[in-house]
């Protein structure tokens, strides 16, 4: 047995999105079918789209839908029930690897990614990659919690190794470094600077929680951040800098707006690389050494279904607007618009793709 379904997927690195009728295999064991209502844009996306595959490629890893069928060995969902698909698995990953999602084209040939894919109107994804949502939770903007929440949140709270009344400075201001300003703040940051090229965007910020913003095309960010907060050690900079465009400039620009440490007394800053590099960087690791300061990168802020749990509630308890962050709305079939807009600069907040 099978289901057909449309699905978006590119055949070559760099060729144009498709949009055509696929088959799905109906859910193996561990496996359930989610008919896809909301699915978030993600720049990643346009990054793996300019990358080499072994054959075509699905796309999409943050989604909102409902269950429509699964497999025998299911436990964590049932048909019927509202769920967020996410691309981190769950601790259940650490005994069974979670499969693949696949689809077959109508030439025969199949397309896949490595553990979700979203950008269809039916999925067939392992069980791991599933949170169950209760009532309080229907939304489609929870479809953010899959991936754009956790990137920005968990970065702050896993990688930077936040606590209450540390100093925060977050670059690049999508959904994903929205979502870090908002965490800091819902977290209880002495103070979040919010840095990025475009004031409408620095304004936007201050919706959830920046108070402090820096236009770095107009001054020099790390001067800014130097001038308007302090660490933890009492030096100028912050004690967490989370870099969500990931050029060698902003790199080292986090690097320098970290708080210096005092030996034996406090470590300097803690910069988390969210965005995708897009090459090779040069650091005095000098820097690093007798300053005190930590660089470490975070794939998915490094959270668990529990972080995204806590996300969901503070989203159902009003901490965390994320229906705001959402400044743009896409149909199923403009999802390649909603990219080109996403890659210009164009989106304000965050965009998403309704699905009827």
């Known amino acids: 047995m099978s289901t057909t379904t449309r699905a978006w997927f590119q055949r070559e690195q760099d060729g144009p999105l498709e949009l055509a009728e696929v088959t799905l295999a109906d859910p193996g064991p561990h496996a359930v079918r989610v008919r896809i209502q909301a699915t978030g844009v993600c720049q990643s996306q346009a990054y793996w789209m300019g990358q080499p595959r072994p054959m075509p490629l699905l796309f999409g890893h943050e989604g909102y839908g409902v269950v429509e069928a699964v497999g025998d060995e299911v436990s964590r969902t049932a048909v019927g029930d509202t769920v967020m698909v996410t691309w981190l698995p769950s601790p259940e990953s650490a005994t069974r690897a979670p499969g693949r999602t696949e689809a077959t084209l109508a030439d025969g040939s199949t397309a896949f990614w490595t553990n979700v894919s979203t950008w269809q109107e039916q999925t067939v994804v392992d069980e791991q990659y599933v949170v169950t949502l209760d009532e309080g939770l229907r939304d489609p903007a929870i479809a953010l919690v899959g991936c754009a929440v956790p990137t920005g949140a968990g970065a702050l709270i896993n990688a930077a190794r936040f606590t209450e009344g540390d100093t925060v400075a977050v670059i690049g201001l999508g959904g994903v470094g929205l979502s870090a300003v908002a965490a800091a703040s819902i977290l209880g940051a002495g103070s979040v600077i919010a840095i990025d090229l475009t004031d409408e965007k620095l304004a936007f910020s201050k919706q959830f929680g920046a108070t402090h913003t820096v236009n770095s095309g107009q001054e020099d960010p790390v001067a800014a951040v130097k001038a308007l907060a302090s660490g933890r050690s009492g030096n100028p900079g912050v004690d967490a800098v989370i870099d969500c465009v990931g050029l060698p400039s902003t790199i080292a620009q986090s690097v320098a707006m970290a708080a210096d440490g005092k030996v034996s007394l406090h470590r300097g800053g803690t910069?988390?690389?969210?965005?995708?590099?897009?090459?090779?960087?040069?650091?005095?690791?000098?820097?690093?050494?007798?300053?005190?300061?930590?660089?470490?990168?975070?794939?998915?802020?490094?959270?668990?279904?529990d972080q995204l749990r806590l996300f969901c509630d503070w989203t159902r308890d009003g901490r965390l607007d994320l229906p705001a962050m959402i400044t743009d709305t896409y149909s199923f079939e403009q999802v390649p618009e909603a990219m080109e807009a996403l890659k210009a600069g164009k989106i304000l907040g965050r965009s998403i793709v309704t699905i009827d």
Do not use: R
Not at 291 to 304: D, N, P
């Open 271 to 305: 910069v988390a690389v969210v965005g995708v590099p897009k090459s090779g960087i040069e650091l005095d690791p000098i820097e690093l050494l007798t300053k005190e300061k930590a660089l470490v990168g975070t794939l998915g802020g490094g959270a668990g279904h």
